[in-house]
């Protein structure tokens, strides 16, 4: 049986060791290994958003620290078997009231 998915999240190339920035100030309310996303840190921003990190390797922070924009949560990995072939990249998730959301739409501005 075939299964072919696709995600509703951003892959953003980056090197292997490369630290992961909070895209906003909230609150870590989940770390864990995802059987295809690998490692996972999930931070609540209030305002029912949250943004999801996979594919990492060094988790800076654990559930419940208070995080803020450009805090570093952890580092790129190679974790998320799911996407293995892709090469080295963080994948981020953003959803508004448990509904996905292009995470773009949430990055801070440069």
Do not use: F
């Amino acid at each position: 049986m075939l299964d072919w998915r696709t995600h509703e999240g951003l892959d953003i190339a980056s090197s292997l060791g490369t630290k992961v920035l909070a895209t906003a100030a909230g609150t870590v309310s989940e770390v864990y290994d995802d059987e295809l996303m690998g490692t996972t840190v999930v931070i609540d921003h209030g305002n029912d958003l949250t943004s999801t990190y996979c594919n990492l390797d060094q988790v800076l922070v654990a559930e419940g620290d208070t995080v803020e924009t450009g805090t570093a949560i952890a580092t790129v990995g190679a974790t998320a078997i799911a996407e293995s072939n892709m090469g080295s990249h963080l994948h981020l998730e953003t959803a508004v009231d448990g509904v996905v959301v292009d995470p773009a739409e949430y990055l801070p501005q440069r």
